[in-house]
């Protein structure tokens, strides 16, 4: 038994090496200074009870990758352990390519929430909302089901259907889906008028940055632009880095974002270089519940530098940063160790960021509403916000006329923008070296 303790000693040693290094100061610690040594003996028995005498044999990788999940599961709700399976799938979702139905969602006591569908698949084209509650697949209640499990009946295989049975407004839906092939372009682009472009961001991956730039390109060399607006709705967020690439975009100079956290590598500070592709033109930012994380990133960034006005509604209000960390060749975690801030130096998290000018979205001539609309504060063990709550800031509330539009929000954003361009043309510059709008 002694014999077999200090072997699991060894293994639990090892197995947490990788993470300790990853988050590691200049000081070096022995692990019996990290844990005390009574701790890891009551893991080292448990195991060993659990091992020789559950009612059934259960291989004892699985019994140490369920004690990393349990362990991250009692943090915050975008920290959670990654098989190969993961791995694989978080490398193929930062390149655009993957398989699955195309929605964000994060783990809750009852189901799955929907942050936000992604743009052209099947979950958009069939009609799921941020804010849905996804309660059964495929007939089988999700509560109690492993989170892991329920994202690989969600990936694959290709060519099969899934019916989600979703709670919204009080009342269940069922959608069936086929499992398709993704290619997620993250940029799209037209003229909604002469001189007044639209700019869709769906999500933020390797490429986001160099895309706007060539859609921005394609765009100048038909029309020239007299005022833009850049759709955030249903972003579910991404890579941070291509975040602050496509914000430097639209800015000549100042702080982008910052973040901090508990260890020296999570405080960082990425800043604009000059170059505002859209010459000081206006930018109208159209937000909602399902701009979230990254895309909270930038819309941050413009607003606090006056380089762009907010419109829509109040975004979902994820203000953390994830990394994944590799522990072996085949698995890894992803753990929360930072929270940005925008450039004037406030969080989101929790909070999320209010529009300057608030345009709610109508169905015909009725506003839509969603009572179980997720914010992050509403996620079980979510990060909390070591911020006092923003003060209330003077909103404009758009009023809607009842022309019958496909997209009122998307409507008004350029009724906004075209009044903003004939009113307040660009000023010169500031002392942020940004063009900006009252």
């Not at 070096?28 to 003996?41: A, E, G, K």
């Amino acid at each position: 038994m002694k014999r077999y303790i200090r072997l699991c000693l060894l293994v639990l040693c090892l197995s947490i090496s990788p993470v300790m290094a990853a988050d590691a100061t200049t000081e070096t610690h022995s692990v019996q200074q990290v844990f005390p040594l009574h701790w890891v003996q009551s893991f080292t028995e448990a195991f060993h009870r659990i091992r020789s005498s559950y009612v059934e044999k259960i291989d004892d990788s699985v019994l140490f990758e369920n004690a990393i999940r349990g362990m991250l599961h009692y943090l915050d709700p975008h920290s959670s352990y990654l098989d190969k399976e993961a791995l694989t799938d978080i490398e193929k979702n930062t390149t655009g390519q993957t398989n699955g139905i195309g929605i964000e969602v994060v783990k809750e006591k009852n189901g799955l929430k929907v942050i936000a569908p992604i743009d052209n698949t099947p979950a958009q084209k069939a009609g799921i909302q941020s804010g849905d509650l996804i309660i059964k697949m495929n007939g089988q209640l999700i509560h109690g089901i492993d989170f892991d499990e329920v994202l690989d009946k969600l990936s694959h295989p290709l060519g099969s259907t899934i019916t989600l049975t979703i709670m919204r407004n009080d009342r269940s839906v069922d959608f069936t889906l086929t499992i398709s092939k993704i290619q997620l372009d993250s940029v799209r682009s037209y003229f909604a008028a002469p001189g007044y472009a639209y700019l869709r961001i769906s999500r933020f991956q390797n490429g986001t940055a160099d895309e706007m730039k060539a859609h921005i390109n394609k765009l100048k060399a038909i029309h020239p632009i007299k005022g833009t607006v850049i759709d955030l709705r249903n972003n579910p967020g991404g890579i941070l880095q291509e975040a602050v690439h496509t914000s430097d975009i639209f800015l000549n100079k100042g702080l982008i974002v910052s973040t901090n956290g508990r260890v020296k590598e999570s405080k960082t500070y990425f800043y604009a270089t000059q170059g505002d592709r859209l010459d000081g033109t206006p930018i109208i930012i159209l937000i909602n519940g399902g701009t979230a994380s990254a895309s909270e990133v930038m819309a941050g960034a413009l607003h606090d530098h006056r380089r762009a006005i907010l419109a829509g509604e109040k975004t979902f209000g994820k203000g953390s940063v994830q990394k994944v960390i590799i522990l072996n060749e085949e698995t890894g975690i992803k753990l929360t160790t930072a929270r940005y801030y925008t450039p004037k130096g406030k969080s989101i998290q929790g909070f999320g960021i209010q529009p300057s000018v608030v345009i709610p979205q109508v169905e015909g001539a009725r506003v839509k509403t969603n009572s179980i609309s997720v914010k992050e504060k509403d996620l079980s063990r979510y990060l909390h916000n070591l911020d006092a709550p923003p003060s209330g800031e003077e909103n404009i509330v758009a009023t809607l006329t009842q022309e019958k539009v496909e997209d009122y929000q998307l409507f008004h954003a350029f009724n906004v923008l075209k009044g903003l361009h004939l009113i307040h043309p660009p000023e010169s510059t500031t002392d942020t070296g940004v063009a900006t709008f009252p």
